[in-house]
């Protein structure tokens, strides 16, 4: 466990819980979370929209993960994450941040996961139109109600997140002390995912977030998978590898299979030791679809990629 200032502990590899209760039934979804908690993992990434985009799957990621707390009486031993704040499924570009909003989506999440409070309340979106000072000031009252412990950002900007804390430390008003945003060790852009309202890391915002001593929780940590899809041989020119897998990335990928094979970690283990082992405190959510792929993973729990290393998957020196 690892823990940053007003964080609560965070695991370096934390399990996303994206598809649990949908794609994944509650029985294959309780069997990861316990073989995720029987290997020393103690933070889990939820949301309230997640697989609302599936016929009845509304709220069914938040309730899984409450329901495997309940049921395992874990509740006090493990670190959630959950967000709100997202914008309405059909228009990315409409954004849901009011007051009125933010406190529906946090009273759902708390009423789905089946708990009073949530350990790190995110904001999936931003919305640059609306004052830093209002945001930062409802978010505020959940924490002084109790119902949230830590705040983050994803997908926001880090000099909007800058703005946010500059003004909660004037005011003395609860900080984000997280930002979630995509990290990987293939470069990926927000055109790649098809959602242009995401952020991607990138040498400037890298910068910006060691200067500001912020962690950073990478989603997509593994980009999908695409680097081990395509050592494995899996090309798709017309999907997401297509668009991801650019020159350069075809480039880490062959780099990332010498070091597979140097060191013995698979390659899926190797970018996410990628994230976990940089100057920035990064934090690696991954998505998983049965126990193998898990375990595989898994072993990167405890592995640090030295600096030479991360500097000859980046660039090849």
Excluded at 46 to 72: C, I, K, M, N, Q
Excluded at 196 to 206: F, G, H, R, S
Aim: charged share 25%; proline share 5%.
């Amino acid at each position: 466990m690892q823990g940053a200032a007003g964080l609560p502990p965070l695991s370096k590899i934390v399990l996303g819980c994206c598809d649990f209760g949908s794609r994944l039934d509650e029985s294959l979804s309780f069997r990861l979370l316990d073989m995720y908690y029987d290997a020393g993992g103690r933070t889990l990434d939820t949301a309230r929209v997640y697989a609302s985009w599936l016929p009845g799957g509304e709220s069914a990621s938040e309730r899984t993960v409450g329901r495997w707390l309940t049921a395992r009486g874990r509740w006090d031993a493990v670190t959630v994450v959950t967000k709100g704040g997202h914008p309405p499924l059909s228009d990315m570009h409409s954004p849901r941040l009011s007051p009125d909003e933010l406190r529906k989506d946090l009273e759902e999440s708390l009423a789905a996961l089946g708990t009073g409070c949530v350990d790190v309340y995110l904001l999936h979106r931003d919305d640059p139109a609306r004052p830093v000072e209002e945001i930062m000031d409802t978010l505020h009252a959940f924490v002084k109600e109790g119902k949230v412990r830590a705040l983050g950002a994803s997908n926001w900007t880090p000099g909007r997140i800058a703005a946010a804390n500059a003004y909660a430390a004037a005011a003395d008003k609860t900080p984000f002390c997280l930002s979630q945003i995509q990290w990987s060790l293939a470069v990926c852009r927000p055109a790649d995912f098809g959602d242009d309202t995401l952020c991607c890391m990138d040498e400037e915002a890298y910068k910006a977030y060691g200067d500001m001593e912020l962690p950073v929780m990478a989603f997509s940590a593994q980009a999908k998978g695409v680097l081990s899809k395509w050592l494995a041989g899996e090309r798709q020119p017309d999907g997401f590898i297509g668009r991801v897998m650019t020159a350069e990335n075809q480039a880490r990928a062959a780099r990332l299979e010498v070091v597979s094979r140097q060191t013995g970690y698979s390659p899926a283990a190797l970018a996410t030791a990628f994230v976990t082992s940089q100057e920035v405190d990064g934090y690696a959510v991954i998505g998983v679809s049965n126990e193998k792929q898990l375990a595989d993973t898994l072993t990167a729990a405890d592995l640090r990629l030295a600096p030479e290393t991360l500097r000859y998957l980046t660039a090849g020196v």
